[in-house]
């Protein structure tokens, strides 16, 4: 900006995030620029001084020591402590926030500053607004966007974390936005602004050349932030010829003879640009240098931080990034990773003058010539939006994202388009590739669909229709095939919880109708000889002196629009400890270990449960593709879905006959115990053994399938999600769970003091045996649904604590009965509403099959309706109800009741939460007619205009896993 100097010199206040010196690096260039146009810069900062006066020698920059933020809380360079990052947010600038805001405000009077800058500092926003200066936001992301994932860890008293950023946020005049910036809906106005990168102090040579390091020698630099997490490094991690440079080293710490330590005060973008490749962590500032000095970044994935898809793909778009797997990174299996960066050809050419372009946006909005609207926060950032933040690929969502990221989201959407695929003719061309020689497609489109996307990744596989923004899971996937051989397809679809819901884990009758979006899953088997690795499977399998060994390889499509690794490779040898399956336990921990690969929990977990339970032995090495259609976290069994598709596939490619009622309950296995989450059997069986269009009827005690209820045709069901993400995994589930069996325990003990009190009476005085048959039946109980309402109302209900604590439920009952979850002695448990609710939701399923075979009629529909809402509310008074959820079923009611110009009341009647509540999707009942999916529709506008996010709305039906059966496909011969 030199030259460019406003009229007189101006204040600059520019507050800096706490977490990591990347943030504090970036703001370094644009200070340096504010700096040489004449202006005065403050900079309040808890990083050390020193990364800025080492660069910047200036009386016109002053340097405040104030945290006024933490960013997220790591125990190392990977592992982001999420419950942490909230407790010490609250206490930095929560607990302490009237006071800051007073003495902020003070110091920006007392230093005349014209312009409040900030680098992700939520109350800096508020803070310049109450001191009537503008502010503007220089960042990639915001933390509401960072901390939406870990208030979900925390719980609902942590929203209130999250409207407080939003609101501050709000605040800001304008939001200047950096690469690979992430969804920032609490912004009004955005500028976006090219990368701000360090600039360069030496050239290559010569920095190689103060170094010892010829031109020729391949160099890796070693850059975690100043983070090593006292990992050893070896001399065998390189290849041969290979030096490492590392960042970060404690002055004690020995390194091998390949590694050279750098020092502390090392100018690193200078190091980068010296370098062939680094190894390192997504974040702004590693990967803007990367991109700017062209030198390819090996990455580990961080758990929990929703800024790594966004900074990812750009890497990934440049050809400039390879992923290692965190196991083969702290093992030191790094060669396979290093040799392919080197082959990487990096093609970032935009831009990166960014530090010189902000500064002069900033010097105008100081002026006054910036754009000055607001927006409010908590208008735009209500929990439907920040619960819908986790990164899946489903339509629906509004907020403000990268246009490559939209591209990416319709692609994924596109391959498996639900509409319009059977009626193009051309479709039975596209799959024509493959001969079916078992099973057919029943005419679904998603199924041709999955057979059109195989073709794909087949013409892929011979290097067709490449391109460099090809997603690397579908990379994967056309890589571990052999095309030649036999591939086998099964289908699973998620569920709709129409009635019954919680209840399943307590006896309940429940009733699920299987939905039309469903996951497909691919699975061959081959010989280890013949098998395809991957380059790092091959290195790990030389490593350990294996010619060939069974290997497990499994793609997931669609996990890079989330911030899961696409991609899982083990040996089979690593599911088997002294010629036996490991057990469960030690399988939960094995997949736990890395959490950006937990979801292969559900997938390899089914070989597992498969070799311990019906002892299968797999000496072949399987190659497993999944594609979900069922989204995440809406409460629909996305979970479910992908274990019956996946025990489906691998049963069907092994010749294994494991009747649908069987495999829903070995699937049940693999969530319990292998994913741990304690979820019952309603959500499997649903997927294995529904029917298109029928309600699957079910007596869960454990699994009875008492037939499928056919959906009268004038009735109709819709799911419409919330966006509020719901976990079976979450707290609020297993405690609700935790005191259903609590209450149940409570209740057996009440019943035997009873029918011992009435044994000693006859004993006295003669009594008959009033009821004691009664109280017998209910001292064994086995499942709590088999209490009648009135027993329940009026021998136990009054009985019943309201809550207990975990260490007296304990000391008096020592157990509660349940073997998929455990009782925490400081914990508080709910056990009134759990309890009631099973008992009362059984006789509502009851009474709503037995309504759907009734006359059709105005009555029939507002019955059922009202059995819906009466569960809707048991749930919250379970604590599993949700904002969202609640404002759906608000609107049902209110289309239900409003009367038209024409005096017509609506044609929908009930709605409730479904699956295992807090979030999730709300089940809708209404008159098959063209005018509910009209209200429907309606309905979708008003939560988008209350909420800011655009509903999903889930329907139609299809068949489940037993009833497709699976197809053998074959790559059809080529003609000549």
Same mark, same amino acid.
């Given at each position: 900006?030199?030259?460019?100097?406003?009229?007189?010199?101006?204040?600059?206040?520019?507050?800096?995030?706490?977490?990591?010196?990347?943030?504090?690096?970036?703001?370094?260039?644009?200070?340096?620029?504010?700096?040489?146009?004449?202006?005065?810069?403050?900079?309040?900062?808890?990083?050390?001084?020193?990364?800025?006066?080492?660069?910047?020698?200036?009386?016109?920059?002053?340097?405040?020591?104030?945290?006024?933020?933490?960013?997220?809380?790591?125990?190392?360079?990977?592992?982001?402590?999420?419950?942490?990052?909230?407790?010490?947010?609250?206490?930095?600038?929560?607990?302490?926030?009237?006071?800051?805001?007073?003495?902020?405000?003070?110091?920006?009077?007392?230093?005349?500053?014209?312009?409040?800058?900030?680098?992700?500092?939520?109350?800096?926003?508020?803070?310049?607004?109450?001191?009537?200066?503008?502010?503007?936001?220089?960042?990639?992301?915001?933390?509401?966007?960072?901390?939406?994932?870990?208030?979900?860890?925390?719980?609902?008293?942590?929203?209130?974390?999250?409207?407080?950023?939003?609101?501050?946020?709000?605040?800001?005049?304008?939001?200047?936005?950096?690469?690979?910036?992430?969804?920032?809906?609490?912004?009004?106005?955005?500028?976006?602004?090219?990368?701000?990168?360090?600039?360069?102090?030496?050239?290559?040579?010569?920095?190689?050349?103060?170094?010892?390091?010829?031109?020729?020698?391949?160099?890796?630099?070693?850059?975690? !932030? #100043?983070?090593?997490?006292?990992?050893? @490094? =070896?001399?065998?991690? +390189?290849?041969? *010829?290979?030096?490492?440079?590392?960042? &970060?080293?404690?002055?004690?710490?020995?390194?091998?003879?390949?590694?050279?330590?750098?020092?502390?005060?090392?100018?690193?973008?200078?190091?980068?640009?010296?370098?062939?490749?680094?190894?390192?962590?997504?974040?702004?500032?590693?990967?803007?240098?990367?991109?700017?000095?062209?030198?390819?970044?090996?990455?580990?994935?961080?758990?929990?931080?929703?800024?790594?898809?966004?900074?990812?793909?750009?890497?990934?778009?440049?050809?400039?990034?390879?992923?290692?797997?965190?196991?083969?990174?702290?093992?030191?299996?790094?060669?396979?990773?290093?040799?392919?960066?080197?082959?990487?050809?990096?093609?970032?050419?935009?831009?990166?003058? !960014? #530090?010189?372009?902000?500064?002069?946006? @900033? =010097?105008?909005?100081? +002026?006054?010539? *910036?754009?000055?609207?607001?927006?409010? &926060?908590?208008?735009?950032?209500?929990?439907?939006?920040?619960?819908?933040?986790?990164?899946?690929?489903?339509?629906?969502?509004?907020?403000?994202?990268?246009?490559?990221?939209?591209?990416?989201?319709?692609?994924?959407?596109?391959?498996?388009?639900?509409?319009?695929?059977?009626?193009?003719?051309?479709?039975?061309?596209?799959?024509?590739?493959?001969?079916?020689?078992?099973?057919?497609?029943?005419?679904?489109?998603?199924?041709?669909?999955?057979?059109?996307?195989?073709?794909?990744?087949?013409?892929?596989?011979?290097?067709?229709?490449?391109?460099?923004?090809?997603?690397?899971?579908?990379?994967?996937?056309?890589?571990?095939?052999?095309?030649?051989?036999?591939?086998?397809v099964a289908r699973a679809p998620g569920r709709l919880d129409v009635m019954g819901g919680i209840a399943d884990y307590s006896g309940s009758l429940v009733l699920q109708m299987p939905i039309r979006e469903a996951c497909h899953v691919a699975v061959q088997r081959s010989s280890p000889d013949k098998h395809k690795l991957w380059k790092h499977a091959?290195?790990?399998?030389?490593?350990?002196?294996?010619?060939?060994?069974?290997?497990?390889?499994?793609?997931?499509?669609?996990?890079?629009?989330?911030n899961r690794a696409p991609t899982l490779d083990m040996d089979f040898s690593e599911l088997m400890e002294d010629s036996h399956p490991i057990s469960y336990e030690k399988a939960q921990q094995y997949f736990s270990q890395d959490p950006s690969q937990k979801w292969a929990a559900y997938v390899a977990g089914t070989i597992l449960v498969l070799m311990t339970e019906l002892g299968v032995r797999f000496s072949d090495s399987i190659s497993i593709l999944v594609f979900s259609d069922v989204p995440?976290?809406?409460?629909?069994?996305?979970?479910?879905?992908?274990?019956?598709?996946?025990?489906?596939?691998?049963?069907?490619?092994?010749?294994?006959?494991?009747?649908?009622?069987?495999?829903?309950?070995?699937?049940?296995?693999?969530?319990?115990?292998?994913?741990?989450?304690?979820?019952?059997?309603?959500?499997?069986?649903?997927?294995?053994?529904?029917?298109?269009?029928?309600?699957?009827?079910?007596?869960?005690?454990?699994?009875?399938?008492?037939?499928?209820?056919?959906?009268?045709?004038?009735?109709?069901?819709?799911?419409?999600?919330?966006?509020?993400?719901?976990?079976?995994?979450?707290?609020?589930?297993?405690?609700?769970?935790?005191?259903?069996?609590?209450?149940?325990?409570?209740?057996?003990?009440?019943?035997?003091?009873?029918?011992?009190?009435?044994?000693?009476?006859?004993?006295?005085?003669?009594?008959?045996?009033?009821?004691?048959?009664?109280?017998?039946?209910?001292?064994?109980?086995?499942?709590?649904?088999?209490?009648?309402?009135?027993?329940?109302?009026?021998?136990?209900?009054?009985?019943?604590?309201?809550?207990?604590?975990?260490?007296?439920?304990?000391?008096?009952?020592?157990?509660?009965?349940?073997?998929?979850?455990?009782?925490?002695?400081?914990?508080?448990?709910?056990?009134?509403?759990?309890?009631?609710?099973?008992?009362?939701?059984?006789?509502?399923?009851?009474?709503?099959?037995?309504?759907?075979?009734?006359?059709?009629?105005?009555?029939?529909?507002?019955?059922?309706?009202?059995?819906?809402?009466?569960?809707?509310?048991?749930?919250?008074?379970?604590?599993?109800?949700?904002?969202?959820?609640?404002?759906?079923?608000?609107?049902?009611?209110?289309?239900?009741?409003?009367?038209?110009?024409?005096?017509?009341?609506?044609?929908?009647?009930?709605?409730?939460?479904?699956?295992?509540?807090?979030?999730?999707?709300?089940?809708?009942?209404?008159?098959?007619?063209?005018?509910?999916?009209?209200?429907?529709?309606?309905?979708?506008?008003?939560?988008?205009?209350?909420?800011?996010?655009?509903?999903?709305?889930?329907?139609?039906?299809?068949?489940?896993?037993?009833?497709?059966?699976?197809?053998?496909?074959?790559?059809?011969?080529?003609?000549?």
């Open positions: 900006m030199e030259g460019q100097n406003a009229e007189k010199p101006l204040v600059f206040a520019y507050y800096v995030t706490g977490h990591g010196f990347g943030h504090a690096t970036r703001v370094l260039e644009v200070v340096r620029n504010l700096i040489l146009a004449g202006h005065e810069v403050h900079v309040v900062t808890g990083v050390p001084e020193y990364i800025f006066t080492t660069e910047i020698k200036s009386p016109k920059l002053f340097i405040r020591k104030v945290l006024l933020d933490c960013g997220v809380v790591q125990s190392d360079a990977l592992t982001v402590d999420r419950l942490g990052s909230l407790e010490t947010y609250v206490k930095t600038a929560v607990i302490p926030r009237a006071s800051i805001l007073a003495s902020e405000v003070e110091w920006l009077k007392s230093i005349n500053a014209n312009l409040v800058a900030c680098d992700a500092v939520p109350i800096a926003c508020r803070v310049a607004s109450d001191a009537g200066i503008y502010s503007a936001c220089v960042t990639n992301f915001s933390w509401d966007f960072i901390y939406a994932d870990f208030i979900m860890e925390a719980g609902d008293h942590s929203h209130s974390i999250i409207w407080q950023i939003a609101e501050d946020y709000s605040h800001c005049d304008l939001l200047i936005r950096l690469p690979g910036y992430c969804p920032m809906p609490a912004f009004g106005d955005a500028i976006d602004v090219p990368l701000v990168v360090r600039k360069l102090h030496k050239p290559r040579s010569e920095v190689r050349k103060e170094l010892g390091i010829g031109e020729e020698q391949k160099v890796l630099i070693y850059n975690f !932030g #100043g983070q090593l997490a006292g990992w050893k @490094l =070896q001399k065998d991690y +390189l290849p041969d *010829g290979w030096v490492c440079l590392v960042c &970060g080293a404690t002055e004690g710490q020995e390194l091998p003879n390949n590694f050279v330590k750098l020092p502390k005060d090392v100018y690193t973008p200078d190091i980068i640009a010296a370098s062939d490749c680094m190894l390192g962590k997504v974040g702004y500032g590693a990967v803007s240098e990367a991109l700017a000095y062209k030198v390819p970044l090996i990455f580990v994935r961080r758990d929990y931080f929703n800024e790594e898809p966004f900074m990812r793909k750009v890497l990934e778009n440049y050809q400039c990034g390879v992923e290692i797997i965190r196991r083969d990174f702290l093992s030191g299996r790094w060669a396979p990773y290093i040799e392919r960066a080197v082959t990487l050809k990096p093609c970032y050419d935009a831009n990166v003058n !960014g #530090g010189e372009v902000v500064a002069k946006i @900033l =010097q105008d909005v100081a +002026l006054g010539k *910036g754009p000055t609207s607001k927006i409010s &926060g908590s208008r735009r950032l209500r929990d439907a939006i920040v619960l819908g933040y986790q990164l899946q690929s489903i339509s629906g969502k509004v907020i403000d994202i990268p246009e490559w990221y939209v591209a990416q989201t319709q692609f994924i959407s596109q391959t498996l388009e639900h509409e319009n695929i059977i009626r193009d003719p051309s479709t039975a061309k596209e799959i024509e590739a493959f001969e079916i020689l078992h099973g057919e497609h029943h005419g679904l489109s998603d199924t041709i669909g999955f057979l059109r996307y195989l073709t794909e990744l087949h013409a892929l596989s011979n290097g067709d229709n490449c391109n460099k923004n090809q997603l690397r899971d579908s990379l994967a996937a056309a890589a571990i095939f052999n095309w030649e051989e036999e591939i086998f091959q290195a790990r399998q030389h490593d350990k002196g294996q010619d060939s060994a069974a290997v497990l390889q499994i793609v997931s499509l669609g996990s890079e629009l989330s995440e976290g809406k409460g629909v069994s996305s979970s479910a879905a992908i274990e019956v598709a996946t025990m489906s596939a691998v049963a069907a490619a092994h010749g294994l006959d494991i009747s649908p009622r069987d495999l829903a309950l070995l699937c049940q296995k693999v969530e319990n115990h292998i994913v741990g989450a304690p979820c019952g059997v309603m959500d499997q069986m649903a997927s294995a053994c529904g029917e298109a269009n029928k309600l699957l009827a079910m007596l869960c005690q454990p699994a009875e399938v008492l037939g499928h209820v056919e959906i009268p045709s004038h009735i109709r069901f819709w799911g419409i999600d919330s966006g509020i993400r719901h976990s079976v995994g979450g707290a609020d589930y297993g405690s609700v769970r935790i005191g259903t069996f609590m209450g149940r325990k409570m209740i057996k003990s009440m019943a035997s003091e009873e029918l011992e009190s009435k044994r000693n009476l006859r004993k006295v005085e003669g009594t008959n045996e009033h009821r004691s048959d009664l109280l017998q039946t209910e001292a064994a109980l086995n499942y709590l649904c088999n209490l009648p309402p009135h027993r329940y109302e009026e021998l136990y209900g009054h009985n019943l604590p309201e809550s207990i604590l975990g260490s007296d439920f304990l000391e008096k009952y020592s157990h509660h009965d349940d073997t998929v979850t455990a009782i925490a002695k400081t914990s508080n448990y709910a056990i009134q509403a759990p309890t009631r609710h099973p008992i009362y939701e059984n006789f509502r399923v009851k009474a709503f099959k037995a309504l759907l075979s009734a006359a059709p009629s105005d009555d029939q529909l507002s019955a059922l309706g009202e059995l819906m809402y009466q569960c809707h509310y048991s749930y919250s008074a379970c604590g599993l109800g949700s904002g969202g959820t609640d404002k759906l079923v608000a609107m049902v009611q209110e289309m239900q009741h409003a009367k038209s110009s024409k005096s017509h009341g609506g044609t929908l009647f009930g709605a409730k939460i479904t699956g295992g509540g807090s979030g999730g999707t709300v089940c809708v009942i209404g008159r098959n007619a063209l005018r509910s999916g009209e209200q429907i529709f309606k309905i979708q506008e008003m939560y988008e205009a209350t909420t800011g996010f655009l509903p999903y709305v889930f329907e139609g039906s299809s068949p489940g896993a037993g009833k497709f059966g699976f197809l053998k496909i074959r790559l059809r011969p080529r003609t000549t």
